[in-house]
């Protein structure tokens, strides 16, 4: 079963913050996070494994809350380059990645 | 080091026909997956290939098929194709015992 993502877009100015939430009705064993840019292929952000750590990547990090089989993504001081289309990818424990709807983010000047 | 490649980027059929496509994986990658993603949505699984064996199978009709060489490259083919089917597909690879995927550009399938 396919991950709920929300928001399904969010608009942002430079500098502003934002984050973007992930769940699951099954247990997971890892969340993926990708980011899409329009007319490219999806890229590797990060993963979490259960076990509740937090991750970052340059300015974007997330989190993983195994109780509730949730992640939610960061993005802190937002630039230009953070636009783009933001997909979870979630794993019960079988190497296969169910992705969300994803969500759109457009960081404006 | 090549990434994941597709073949070919666009392609246009007509309804009923049948489509091949091809990708090679990521290098030191022995695991292949192919994903649907129709326009505006998120990467649908169709199916997963290991050890030339297809491994796992997403909800997608008998119409798909595939195929994983012993090189490790792997082929989707679509029969019958129908408009339905136009979408973008992406494949991607990754190492054994782990499920991060690395994308290739994909192969953009337009049905008439």
């Known amino acids: 079963q396919q991950p709920v993502q929300s928001p399904q877009a969010v608009i942002l100015r430079e500098g502003e913050d934002a984050v973007i939430n992930c769940s699951s009705s099954?247990?997971?064993?890892?969340v993926h996070w990708y980011r899409q840019k329009h007319g490219e292929a999806p890229v590797f952000l990060m993963i979490l494994l259960k076990g509740g750590e937090q991750k970052g990547h340059d300015k974007i990090s997330a989190s993983f809350n195994e109780k509730k089989q949730q992640s939610s993504l960061y993005l802190t001081a937002s630039q230009l380059s953070y636009s783009g289309t933001y997909f979870c990818g979630t794993e019960i424990g079988d190497y296969k990645l169910s992705f969300g709807a994803g969500t759109t983010v457009t960081v404006r000047a | 080091d090549a990434g994941v490649t597709q073949s070919p980027t666009h392609l246009i059929k007509t309804r009923g026909q049948q489509v091949t496509l091809r990708c090679s994986p990521k290098?030191?990658?022995?695991?292949v997956s192919w994903y649907q993603q129709a326009l505006g949505q998120g990467p649908q699984f169709i199916f997963q290939?290991?050890?030339?064996?297809?491994?796992q199978r997403g909800n997608f009709p008998d119409r798909f098929s595939g195929h994983q060489f012993p090189n490790y490259s792997s082929e989707l083919n679509v029969n019958a194709l129908l408009l339905g089917d136009s979408a973008l597909y992406l494949c991607?690879?990754?190492?054994?015992?782990?499920?991060?995927?690395?994308f290739g550009e994909g192969s953009r399938l337009t049905v008439l």
């Open positions: 099954k247990a997971l064993y890892s």
């Open positions: 991607a690879s990754s190492p054994a015992g782990t499920a991060r995927l690395d």
């Open positions: 290098s030191g990658h022995d695991t």
């Open positions: 290939y290991y050890e030339e064996e297809e491994r």
